[in-house]
């Protein structure tokens, strides 16, 4: 029997991993390191995350950085996996994607989030009001920065560069009420299952239970970001993964740190329960040799319906990340750069 190959579009979200011991520049450099080696492969997009007060994450700026990121890339979409709304004046989004689709047109994605990315505190301080940090006031700032764009009343201010640009306006969820603000503003939709898996179905489904035909889309699509580490077998992908699960952890208990090593990963004194609450995190999510992640991900295409996948591999080492997306790129989807 021929072996099932994942050919949807696959891309990459990558959150500049700092690692123990490293600092935010050499994880930045290693994130241009594998925009370039993805966009070589034939990945569809590649986004950055905004987190905030995360030692372990670099992609604080992602305007900047995906400027620096569409600068040494040829082909591959550059974009926010998102940009949280709720930190920023909507102005202030649309000048700075304005400006990245002027200078890289059609290559240029706005993933929309309405989770601040941080704490209430950091959230804060990056706004510096409590005004628009709320939930309720997501759908009239989206609004705002949707007509910015080109929206049918111009008013009194012009954004220059904005106006006119046509960056991809994603909304991003972990839940439903994007799904259905999507579904509404006929809008694609990516959803974060790599983090809230059992979430998943039911967004997916009022996403297009709620869907409209709009000027952006004829029919909904759907993109879903998986957690996936792939190596040559089942065991050194397991080994892989470890620190991941153990920064999680740490962030969970509100004391985040640098990525783990493997080995510290390994060493850690896990309780009972977090071995069990770590063990139905990765449910769902694709972590092997390139047989069980193919299968894996087949599995997850069956569940889902989804239109695209988006794959997070939060790894240690520079060469083990670059590794795994070649060896999904060759055995797993067949050969991304046809």
Known sequence: MARRV??????????????????????LRHTTELARRTDELGYHRFWVAEHHNMPAIASSAPAVLIAHL?????????????????????LVVAEQFGTLDALHPGRIDLGIGRAPGTDQVTALALRRTMEGLSAEGFPRELADLMNYFGGDEPGPITATPGRGQRPAVWLLGSSGFSAQLAGALGLPFSFAHHFSAQNTLPALALYRQ????????????????????????DERAEWLSGPAGLSFLRLRAGRPEPLASPE??????????????LAQRRQGQATGSPETVRRQLGDLLARTGADELMLNTMVYDIADRVRSFELIADEVAGGLRR
């Open 70 to 90: 569409a600068a040494h890339t040829s082909t591959i979409r550059l974009g926010s996996g998102g940009v949280m709304l709720p930190n920023h004046a909507p």
């Open 6 to 27: 994942i050919d949807v579009p696959l891309s990459v979200l990558d959150l500049a991993p700092v690692a123990a011991g490293a600092s935010a520049g050499e994880a």
């Open 210 to 233: 709620s869907f409209r035909p709009s000027r952006w889309l004829d029919e909904p699509y759907a993109m879903v970001a998986v957690n996936a580490v792939c190596a040559e077998t």
């Open 264 to 277: 510290e990963a390994a060493a850690y004194p896990y309780t009972d329960f977090e071995r069990e609450f």
